[in-house]
Structure formats: structure tokens, C-alpha cells
């Protein structure tokens, strides 16, 4: 179990909502087991279509709340402008040390929106950075301009594994996980950002009408349930080869 203040596992990515729309159920299966884990969020969702910037803060804890996340952070990088420069690779470094996570959930590293797979890369690389014993983070961004006296003064940490949440892009996942027993409660998370989902006049062109919303979730979740034998599932992807000991304890049905 991880120390008070810290979590086992943390999803990053690049607005508001993402996480809900990718590994919402796993974050919360994954807090049903008994695993501490958080959130953050690069940017604080500015730009979006609808909704201000104090509505999506008070849905994505609202959001928080139902994934039972013990932490959930946004950063002030702006919207639409996600940049994988020095300055932002610190301070995703500095919640990588305080936080201390062992598993990392990053977006797909492709993808239609750019702030998606910038936040890709660079959370791979403050995973890095986050390591460095010699990297003193409030005094690189104070050499930079940027007022880091708010950063504690954490030991270097660099998680074990990283995992990326390929809902956005059709790639074959790795592997699926299971998120039958959470399926409402992820698409409550989703839902709870109204000023998104809800059904207004307002971009009613780009977003799809509220009736819509459970269909299209219930369709992929379905989609890649079916591919891992199960009814629910959300697809991830690892670059690292699997490690099997044994063979008979493979799971899912060859045929």
C-alpha cells in the first residue's frame, strides 16, 4: 500500500474528462482492490466548446469522487497549447516524485488531438526526468522564470511500468482489462461532466445528443470485452514484452 499522500497508480492526461472517457473503470476497479490511485490533469479544460473552466473543475471532482480516486490534480498548462518543452516535463516530474506512483497510465502516443499525444510523450519523459537523483526540479524552473517555491522537496522517484490507454486510436491493445462490474459507474464519471454531455444547443453539431452518449460507450466497451472474453473491457497497450510463469494460468480462450 502506498504512504499517506502518495498513490499506487496514476492516470495522466491532457484535459478534463480523458481519463473518464479511457481507463475510468480501471482507475476505479483498480481502487476497488484495494489500490490507491489519482489523476492528473495537464490542463484545466479553458478551451473546451462548452462549459467555463470553474464548471469543469467542480465535475471533474464530482468525477473523482464516483472513480474513488485518493488524488486528483490539474496543472496550468494551457488548453490546446500542451507543449512537451523543459519547463512542463518538471513540473509533471515534481507530481511524479510527490506522488510516487509505481504504475503510470498515459494517452496513446497517437492519436487526432495533438494535446492527446503530446501528453503522451511528455509524460514519458518526466517519467524519466522524475528519476534523475541530480535534478533539482524548483531549482531548474526557478532558473527558467517559474516560481517553484510551492513544489516539496521530494525524492527522485521513477515508476515501475507504464501503460497507455488506447480508446483514441484504433490500435490493437496488449491487453484489455475487465470493467464489467464498474461499466455504470464509469459512464456516471463520464456524465458527470455536464456542460459537456448534456444535451444543449450550443456545438449541439460537433457533440453527440445525450441519448447517443451511453450507445457509443456501451458499443466499445462491448467491443473490447468481446476480444477479452468478457462483456465490459478498456484496451491498453505496453511496449514491454509480457513475462508468463505459467502456462495454464494464461487467461483468455484461444478458441
Known amino acids: 500500500m502506498a504512504a499517506p499522500g502518495t498513490v499506487e497508480i496514476l492516470a495522466i492526461a491532457a484535459h478534463r474528462d480523458d481519463v473518464e472517457q479511457t481507463c475510468g473503470g480501471t482507475l476505479l476497479k483498480m481502487a476497488e482492490l484495494g489500490h490507491s490511485t489519482g ?38 498548462i494551457p488548453d490546446a497549447q500542451v507543449e512537451n518543452n523543459w519547463v512542463n516535463r518538471l513540473k509533471v516530474a515534481a507530481v511524479i516524485r510527490s506522488l510516487t506512483p509505481r504504475v503510470v497510465i498515459l494517452p496513446y ?3 487526432r488531438h495533438p494535446d492527446h499525444y503530446t501528453a503522451s510523450v511528455l509524460g514519458y519523459e518526466a517519467c524519466f526526468l522524475a528519476g534523475l537523483k541530480k535534478l533539482n526540479i524548483r531549482e531548474s524552473l526557478s532558473r527558467e522564470g517559474v516560481d517553484g517555491s510551492s513544489i516539496s522537496d521530494s525524492e527522485p522517484h521513477r515508476p515501475f511500468k507504464i501503460i497507455y490507454a488506447s480508446l483514441y486510436y484504433d490500435v490493437r491493445p496488449t491487453f ?14 463520464l456524465l458527470a461532466y455536464k456542460s459537456q454531455f448534456s444535451d444543449q444547443q450550443d456545438a449541439k453539431d460537433i457533440f453527440p445528443a445525450h441519448n447517443q452518449i451511453r450507445d457509443r460507450i456501451d458499443s466499445m466497451a462491448r467491443f473490447y470485452g468481446m476480444l477479452g472474453g468478457v ?15 505459467d502456462l495454464l494460468s494464461i487467461p483468455v480462450k484461444s478458441i
Open 176 to 189: 484489455v482489462v475487465d470493467i464489467t462490474d464498474q461499466f455504470e459507474a464509469r459512464l456516471a464519471a
Open 39 to 76: 489523476i492528473l490533469d495537464l490542463t484545466r479544460g479553458e478551451m473546451g466548446t462548452r462549459g467555463s473552466l470553474q464548471q469543469r473543475e467542480q465535475e471533474a471532482d464530482e468525477a473523482a469522487r464516483i472513480l474513488k480516486v485518493c488524488s486528483r490534480q490539474a496543472l496550468d
Open 109 to 111: 502516443w497517437k492519436g
Open 231 to 245: 462483456k465490459y473491457a478498456e484496451p491498453f497497450v505496453q511496449k514491454e514484452i509480457g513475462l508468463v510463469d
